[in-house]
């Protein structure tokens, strides 16, 4: 799986958006982009993926460059639930998590009142 | 019914000590994990069953052993533990390795390990 790299942290003010970003500059074609977020003590959670398009479900938006070496996860009106590391995953599709998700260091974002 | 339920909760064992940690999936996923996550670090995938056949053992000691008794039950057996063990146990499950549709992997609520 290709490699990715977040910011260790970030902060966003409660009710702005939250814009996370994720450098995967060796992603090769058939490789998705996924995002979980784990709140503290809780097990990960499946935000959003995509391959080359942006997507939105009711959680998040996801922005892919069309070269796909970068992308953003965008929380649209952040509260201070939404404070948790947020991963950024690479792996191809099919299969999906069946071989297992390989979690980097994530973004711990902080939702400030 | 979209949960992973895992049991229990919190766990102290001693090294001598065999427990076995508990993990429940009623989705039809025929992919269940093994995941082991220290504080303030990343999870760690320990074992992937497919089928209920183990597909992936990412060289885990063998005092961790998990089974697979039927397509909705994860175990994880515990023997002659340390305490760098302590842990937070993560156990998730997704849709067949087959499977073309969302293939997101759903997680319990973790069991924490504490060994002494």
């Known amino acids: 799986d290709a490699k990715t790299t977040q910011p260790t942290s970030m902060d966003c003010a409660e009710g702005r958006a939250a814009n996370l970003p994720c450098n995967h500059s060796t992603i090769s074609g058939n490789e998705y982009v996924y995002w979980y977020r784990q709140i503290h003590s809780q097990g990960p959670q499946y935000i959003i993926h995509?391959?080359?398009n942006n997507e939105t479900n009711e959680m998040a938006s996801l922005i892919i460059t069309e070269d796909r070496k970068s992308s953003t996860l965008i929380l649209p009106h952040a509260t201070l639930r939404d404070t948790a590391v947020y991963y950024c995953?690479?792996?191809?599709?099919?299969?999906?998590?069946?071989?297992?998700?390989?979690f980097g260091k994530g973004t711990h974002l902080i939702i400030q009142p | 019914d979209t949960e992973v339920t895992q049991t229990p909760k919190h766990l102290v064992m001693g090294m001598t000590n065999k427990k076995s940690l508990k993990c429940e999936q009623h989705?039809?996923?025929?992919?269940m994990y093994w995941y082991k996550q220290k504080a303030k670090k990343p999870p760690e995938l320990m074992f992937v069953?497919?089928?209920?056949?183990?597909?992936i053992n990412e060289s885990v000691p063998s005092r961790f052993s998990p089974e697979c008794p039927n397509s909705s039950l994860l175990n994880l057996h515990l023997h002659a533990l340390q305490p760098e063990d302590s842990a937070l146990y993560l156990c998730?499950?997704?849709?067949?390795?087959?499977?073309?549709?969302?293939?997101?992997?759903?997680f319990g609520q973790g069991t924490r390990l504490t060994v002494v």
């Open positions: 995953i690479v792996r191809p599709h099919s299969g999906g998590g069946a071989d297992g998700l390989t």
């Open positions: 995509g391959l080359k």
């Open positions: 069953y497919s089928y209920e056949k183990l597909s």
């Open positions: 989705m039809g996923h025929r992919a």
């Open positions: 998730a499950s997704s849709p067949s390795r087959t499977s073309l549709v969302n293939t997101e992997a759903f």
